[in-house]
């Protein structure tokens, strides 16, 4: 996420000094104690959990379990990955839904926070989850908020109640217990109440906020924040939880490139835990709030969890299968090209997604410069193809690219791009789906690497004895002549194929067992 890209930076450059050493000093300590104070300063983190985070970091780092460790460097990043969990909730905590439909849902917060669009995000997931919610637009004091949250429910496919025009119109706490009501009536199983705020905490605000709470008795009271506000976060929410109080909190802008200070503040001084993020502008930029998968992101440790999580809710199983068998019979088109290009954007933000491996560090630059907008252009050139030419690439003469070129707005060289992108893609899959190891545009041949489906391997040249002597050269020659010659197919179900000299083992299975050389080739490409 953007919003700790440079905290991200300046932890893991801090960890960077640590390594290669074999014990850590009290002097190595201080230091990068010292280095992640300034770091979670800088990141606009309340000062009171800088202090408490950094004395448990030294304490601990100080402690056996370091000293022990046979990777002290490691310990150091686990212990700080620990506390940094701890001053963000610790646990996932999840929505508590009344015994006695609907659950009531309020959200509070400043005006700007984002909380009308958040009802939107916050109905759209509740109706991935199987429920029913029901919006009612209890903000009748900022201009066009209820037509706002009528756009953002009908976006969400969520029905919202508002009765009044607002704009000054209309008494909020009549709305929410009509609301209520009509919830009750029409058998919704969740109500999510969307408040007023203001520019600044003030009485008139926090009078209202409770006479709507005292009103409708909510099962929760999300307390809504905008993340990019620093430390000004933390006297928003206390004023809140002294005024209002609230079970829980929802960050908002955590994809902006502020410094973030307030998500690693506000649930430590509050007590209160973070139990949603939004992460973007569309509805579907929302998920749970994981205080370890943040802590990971944060440390540049990735969210494969997420990432997973993602996508198993855009992915179709049998789809999937489908496509596979396509591969491997070599019936792969342009059709089913766009239509995992479009699974893929479903998904969500791409770079966002990037953005959850591990190391994703290590490319915030090429993150940076990626055009989200790649998968638009490519939907229009697939577009603008006949059904016959997008079944049948290899119709694809110069003639129609120049007429696909014009009628997607792109130029020649573009569609021969994406021609070519079509073509390796499906040249990779195929050799994978066959049991083989794809050659990678731009890493050169694999060492030791086989061909899928026990293809053609290039012959080496053999190389007999060079030594002087002549009967010693003899035997030498007729021991590589009488050696056994390794298979091509060899390496068909593993991947690899023998190399040099390697001497292969059959398994119980029948197949060729890898050699030692093979391994070692394999763990090099892994990168072990």
Request: net charge positive; hydrophobic share 40%.
């Amino acid at each position: 996420m953007a919003t700790f890209g440079n905290l991200t930076d300046r932890l893991t450059d801090a960890f960077k000094k640590l390594r290669g050493k074999g014990k850590l000093t009290p002097a190595d300590v201080d230091g990068t104690v010292r280095e992640i104070r300034r770091a979670l300063l800088d990141a606009d983190v309340a000062l009171e959990v800088v202090k408490d985070f950094t004395g448990r970091v030294r304490e601990r780092a100080l402690g056996d379990e370091v000293n022990k460790a046979l990777n002290p460097a490691q310990q150091v990043v686990q212990i700080v990955n620990d506390e940094l969990v701890t001053i963000l909730g610790g646990q996932q905590r999840r929505l508590e839904f009344a015994k006695n439909p609907p659950t009531v849902i309020m959200l509070a917060g400043l005006q700007g926070a984002g909380k009308t669009t958040l009802a939107g995000k916050l109905a759209k997931w509740l109706v991935s989850e199987g429920h029913t919610p029901l919006l009612i637009a209890a903000d009748l004091q900022r201009p066009n908020a209820v037509t706002q949250l009528q756009v953002v429910g009908e976006q969400a496919g969520v029905p919202v109640w508002a009765p009044e025009p607002g704009n000054g119109v209309g008494n909020p706490v009549k709305v929410a217990k009509d609301g209520l009501k009509e919830a009750q009536r029409r058998q919704f199983d969740t109500v999510i109440v969307d408040t007023a705020g203001r520019l600044g905490v003030d009485a008139e605000l926090m009078k209202q906020a409770a006479d709507i709470r005292k009103a409708v008795d909510p099962d929760e009271v999300l307390f809504v924040i905008d993340a990019m506000i620093g430390q000004d976060a933390v006297a928003t929410a206390k004023a809140f939880q002294d005024g209002v109080d609230f079970t829980g909190v929802v960050l908002t802008k955590l994809d902006g490139d502020a410094r973030g200070g307030a998500a690693l503040s506000v649930a430590s001084v509050t007590g209160r835990p973070i139990m949603f993020a939004s992460t973007g502008e569309r509805l579907g930029d929302f998920e749970p709030f994981y205080p370890d998968r943040m802590a990971s992101r944060i440390l540049d440790l990735g969210d494969i969890l997420t990432l997973i999580e993602q996508a198993q809710k855009s992915f179709d199983e049998e789809e999937a299968m489908k496509v596979a068998e396509k591969f491997a019979t070599d019936t792969f088109t342009l059709e089913d090209f766009l239509a995992q290009m479009q699974q893929l954007k479903n998904m969500g933000s791409i770079k966002g997604m990037l953005g959850m491996l591990p190391g994703a560090k290590g490319m915030r630059q090429q993150l940076d410069n990626f055009d989200e907008r790649e998968i638009t252009r490519t939907e229009a050139i697939i577009y603008s193809m006949t059904p016959t030419e997008r079944r049948q690439p290899k119709l694809l003469n110069g003639s129609r690219r120049l007429r696909i070129a014009k009628g997607s707005g792109m130029t020649v060289t573009e569609v021969n791009a994406l021609v070519n992108r079509f073509e390796q893609a499906a040249k990779m899959m195929k050799t994978v789906a066959k049991g083989g190891v794809p050659q990678v545009p731009g890493m050169g041949p694999i060492p030791g690497a086989g061909y899928a489906g026990g293809g053609k391997k290039k012959q080496q040249k053999k190389k007999g004895s060079r030594s002087g002597n002549p009967a010693k050269r003899a035997a030498e020659e007729a021991a590589l002549a009488s050696a056994p010659k390794s298979s091509a197919s060899a390496g068909a179900g593993f991947g690899f194929g023998a190399g040099a000299g390697a001497h292969n083992t059959t398994g119980s299975d029948g197949k060729a067992a890898p050699s030692e050389e093979e391994l070692a080739a394999l763990s090099k490409f892994l990168g072990r």
